[in-house]
């Protein structure tokens, strides 16, 4: 059964970090691309950052570049999202996701391509 555990969410202060992972279990991350979407109270399902199977490419929504950094450790079947200087707009459930059907070298950032979704976790920035 192929699935995905998002972990690392929390409480956080503004301008604190925190580093979310999502683990695959069921099948191996190397040949998928792998993608990091949010949902914030009342907004719609946004793409955060996504990065390639090949992990040589990847891609940020404006609102996170300079801030936070994907990552995949494929020995690990693990990919990670580190986030810095986070704002009180970040507060949203992170979920991660994986597809195999685009190219290993692309890393799009549409919902639309992404067939194996975890669970989500929650991240809070508030003082």
């Known amino acids: 059964q192929l699935q995905l555990v998002e972990s690392g969410g929390g409480l956080v202060q503004p301008g604190g970090s925190l580093r979310l992972s999502c683990a695959a279990s069921?099948?191996?991350?190397?040949?998928?691309?792998i993608g990091w979407f949010r949902q914030g109270p009342g907004k719609e399902l946004e793409g955060v950052s996504c990065?390639?199977?090949?992990?040589?490419?990847?891609n940020y929504a404006d609102s996170v570049k300079g801030r936070f950094t994907i990552s995949r450790d494929n020995a690990k079947n693990t990919v990670y999202l580190q986030m810095n200087s986070l704002k009180p707009e970040d507060t949203a459930i992170y979920y991660c996701?994986?597809?195999?059907?685009?190219?290993?070298?692309?890393?799009?950032?549409?919902?639309?391509?992404?067939?194996?979704w975890g669970q989500g976790t929650q991240v809070t920035v508030s003082s």
């Open positions: 069921g099948f191996t991350l190397n040949y998928y691309a």
């Open positions: 990065i390639s199977s090949s992990g040589g490419s990847t």
């Open positions: 996701a994986a597809t195999g059907r685009i190219n290993a070298t692309q890393s799009i950032c549409d919902r639309r391509w992404y067939d194996y």
